[in-house]
């Protein structure tokens, strides 16, 4: 049994050891905006912040988030009022959307760390993977969010 603490919120889960954390996310929990992109660690469409740092939770066993604060998509805000969700929707990020609740959860670090990102600090952050090819807009989004013309 394993106590997590997700979304402010405590949970015990009783699954293995080695589940990775997002099907535990996923599966055992019911947050589902947490998507399973690659299960290599690469696309980060799996990304929740960790004490407020990016992980990719496809790779990362349950073992390991005991103790500490996850943050998922569901996360951001209670009604997706949070900048990054509304800058989302007012630059039409998403296409097909499967990779958006990772970029947003990197893009949340992102601006905790550094409140106004140049477009170099965006493009070194911002390393997760988007078929569609969103990058323009998810750009745009984060300078809206950051308050700096985009």
Known sequence: MYKLTINGKS???????SMPLLWVLR?????TGTKYGCGIEVCGACTVLVNGEPERSCDMEVKEAV?????????LSPNRSH???LAWIAKQV???GYCQSGMLMKAAALLRQTPK???AQI???????CACGTYP???AAIKAAAGIAA
């Open 123 to 129: 493009d070194a952050a911002m390393s997760n993977v």
């Open 27 to 31: 599966d055992v929990v019911g947050l």
């Open 137 to 139: 807009r998810i750009k």
């Open 94 to 96: 998403p296409q097909c």
């Open 11 to 17: 949970y015990s889960v009783d699954v293995p050891a």
């Open 83 to 85: 900048a990054l969700q």
């Open 117 to 119: 990102p140049t477009d």
């Open 67 to 75: 103790g500490k604060q996850i943050t998922t998509v569901e996360g």
